[in-house]
């Protein structure tokens, strides 16, 4: 089993910055993608930002230019720089992340609690 842990939220004024941290433990052998959802009231969760091991990366339009997803492979942890925030940011923000226990054992996507993020105008 793996869990994944989310850090990082708060509440911020308009054009503020958060940074986001969540890292895997448990029975891990491997993880390729991980990646950053959020869900505002009403609303589906939608994709934020992705990236793979090589780190490869992958944005939602709305956020292009003022968030940056980077990871550490050695710690499990995948982060997520929020800057020049907005109010339409705010949301419950997850961490997703595909793991496998062994070479053998198939890819698993596991999600975080999630953190909140409240963006002050």
């Known amino acids: 089993q793996v869990q994944l842990v989310e850090s990082g939220g708060g509440l911020v004024q308009a054009g503020g910055s958060l940074r986001l941290s969540c890292a895997a433990s448990?029975?891990?052998?491997?993880?390729?993608?991980m990646g950053w959802y959020r869900q505002a009231p009403g609303n589906q969760r939608e994709l934020v930002a992705a990236i793979t091991r090589g780190g490869v990366t992958n944005y939602a339009d709305s956020v292009k230019g003022r968030f940056t997803i980077s990871r550490d492979n050695a710690k499990n942890t995948v982060y997520l720089q929020m800057n020049n925030l907005k109010p339409e940011d705010t949301a419950v923000y997850y961490c997703?992340?595909?793991?496998?226990?062994?070479?053998?054992?198939?890819?698993?996507?596991?999600w975080g609690q999630g953190t909140q993020v409240t963006v002050s105008s």
């Open positions: 448990g029975r891990i052998f491997s993880i390729d993608n």
């Open positions: 997703n992340g595909r793991a496998t226990a062994s070479y053998y054992t198939a890819y698993v996507t596991y």
